[in-house]
């Protein structure tokens, strides 16, 4: 698939890199001659030096060629331009990212549909719906499902004294029918597990299961499941913002900013949101305003170390779930390892877009998650694709890939090696990073 990204910066960075491991063909396109010659010297891509608004620009970096156009420069009204360009020029499908939820209401889709975009990126909006995710489901790192839950796929650390803690995946399956552990993250490293592995304490499991067996799953890995309520959020950022006003119905928040002018804006941003000024690294300050009380603390500054510092420290104080957001994807790993409850990425939320599209799903049912060194999809099998022409046993899968679950006619069910996949049959593919080109030739 020939892709067109325009905007080197951190979002078009990531895209870039991960999209060139895919064995994507990709123009990348930036006014920062300098920044593009890192990328091409280190990446298996073309780049453009020139603006992403420029007719000529567009048409020599090949817009009218290409499936798929995604602007993600930091401006939105950049954005929708070049999309539009690139539109009319002949772009197949095209993607804005944009800072303003007025281009995601139902109620303007058809105008921003005219003005050339196909889909837009909302990384703020995306982050605070993986975090609302979280405050509902605190005893997970990841919760990803399918069709109204028929199909769900949690990722949860094992502690100590965990039921499954030391047990071989073997004797897990054996005794369980009901779940399939798709990978387990230990260490820095993620892996695509067969029965002689084993559950460590410290390991992120992700388990694949059906809705009617959450409870079980709570109890297998020691977990409890706590009411959140009251929530602080260090960082009156963007996410913050969108956090705020999409669940002030659900949670009560405090916001801690110690930018005084962004606190006298916060309040008629954020109504319903009691405002403190003040730096939430100060222990002091933290005491004063009743941080121990609080149920969860959400760390939103732009500072990736002073995120995962404060959570460190909230948990200390009591904090029964803590979520930081961490976009160097080099400390994600540094951090699920930690006692920090979720990690989030904006980085990786936007790239879970894309991913859909490039396998060119049904964005209206099918759901994509990218995570810090693997991928997660729902892709629907096609007639005569070859993973519908024998049972799951007999197709000699990558060892990088895993079929998890799948929905057919409306209901869940888990795989296994005797399972045939049937055309239109919505399967759960767990993938290692790089992986994904060789899923999407098994769907094809």
């Known amino acids: ?78 954005n929708i331009v070049a999309c539009s360009i690139a539109r009319n020029l002949g772009a197949r499908k095209t993607v804005a990212r944009i800072d303003s939820y007025d281009f995601m209401d139902p109620a303007n889709a058809q105008m ?7 889909r837009v990126i909302y990384p703020e909006y ?133 930018d005084l002018e962004v606190c006298r804006k916060l309040p008629q941003k954020c109504p319903d949101c009691e405002i403190i000024h003040g730096d939430a690294r100060d222990l002091d300050l933290l005491s004063d305003i009743g941080a121990a009380d609080m149920d969860a603390f959400v760390a939103l500054t732009p500072s990736s170390e ?3 510092f404060t959570c460190l420290t909230a948990k200390e104080l009591g904090a029964k779930k803590t979520i930081a957001d961490v976009e160097n994807i080099q400390f994600i790993s540094q951090a699920e390892n930690l006692n920090i409850g979720t990690v989030i990425n904006k980085k990786l939320l936007a790239s879970s877009t894309i991913f859909q599209l490039l396998l060119d799903a049904d964005s209206s049912t099918s759901k994509f998650l990218a995570l810090a060194d693997a991928e997660v999809g729902e892709i629907e099998a096609r007639e005569g694709s070859k993973i519908t022409r024998s049972a799951v046993k007999d197709l000699k899968l990558p060892h990088e890939v895993t079929l998890a679950g799948l929905i057919r006619d409306g209901k869940g069910m888990l795989i296994t090696g005797m399972t045939q996949i049937l055309p239109g049959d919505h399967v759960l593919v767990f993938c290692l990073a790089g992986a994904l080109h060789k899923v999407e030739r098994l769907f094809s």
């Open 112 to 118: 921003v549909k005219h003005m050339g975009v196909d």
């Open 306 to 308: 002073t995120n995962i």
């Open 126 to 258: 995306l982050a605070a719906q993986e975090i609302i995710t979280a405050l509902k489901r605190t005893w997970v790192r990841n919760w990803f499902e399918l069709h109204d839950g028929q199909i769900i796929l949690a990722g949860v650390k094992l502690r100590s004294g965990a039921p499954l803690a030391g047990m071989k995946l073997r004797d897990f399956t054996y005794t369980n029918h009901h779940f399939h552990v798709s990978a387990i993250k230990r260490n820095h490293e993620t892996i695509i597990p067969r029965g002689d592995h084993s559950m460590e304490v410290g390991d992120i499991l992700y388990f694949t299961t059906t809705r009617d067996h959450i409870d079980d799953l709570l109890a297998l890995t020691g977990k409890t499941e706590h009411k959140i309520k009251r929530v602080l959020i260090m960082g009156g950022t963007k996410i913050a913002i969108r956090l705020v006003n999409s669940a002030h119905e659900e949670f009560r928040f405090k916001i801690i900013e110690s």
């Open 1 to 78: 698939m020939k892709i067109v990204i325009a905007g080197a910066g951190e979002v078009g960075s990531h895209l870039a890199k991960l999209l060139s491991a895919e064995e994507q063909d990709i123009m990348l396109i930036d006014s920062d001659a300098e920044r593009l010659a890192v990328l091409d010297a280190n990446y298996n891509l073309m780049t453009y030096a020139g603006d992403p608004t420029s007719f000529a620009t567009l048409r020599e970096a090949g817009a009218a060629r290409c499936d798929l156009f995604i602007a993600v420069t930091p401006y939105e009204s950049n």
